[in-house]
């Protein structure tokens, strides 16, 4: 059974960037995912990566967000770049159907 804890988030300055971390205890292959659900709203896609590290983005963060994965550490990230504050959000990393239990995001001046 894998197990996924997220870490990285926090209070940013809009404009700024922030790194998720994602690491996975057990197996540690197939397709790594993320999540996030703001406040009164759906989950919703970030990003995904495969085992070979094709990537998909939301079109909402193409050109920001970068997935990325280490598979000899068995760690997903996403690196966040120019944050704006419609990112705020609790942000969630899928493996199949384990979910993390999330890590707060909050984009404010």
């Known amino acids: 059974q894998v197990q996924l804890v997220e870490s990285g988030g926090g209070l940013v300055q809009p404009g700024g960037s922030l790194r998720l971390s994602c690491a996975a205890s057990?197996?540690?292959?197939?397709?790594m995912g993320w999540y996030r659900q703001a406040p009164g709203k759906q989950r919703e896609l970030v990003a995904t990566i495969t085992s070979g590290s094709v990537t998909n983005y939301a079109d909402s963060v193409k050109g920001r967000f970068t997935i990325s994965r280490d598979n000899a550490k068995k760690t997903v990230y996403l690196q966040m770049n120019s944050l704006k504050p419609e990112d705020t959000a609790v942000y969630y990393c899928k493996a199949a159907v384990v979910w993390g239990q999330g890590t707060q995001v909050t984009v404010s001046s």
């Open positions: 057990g197996s540690f292959f197939g397709i």
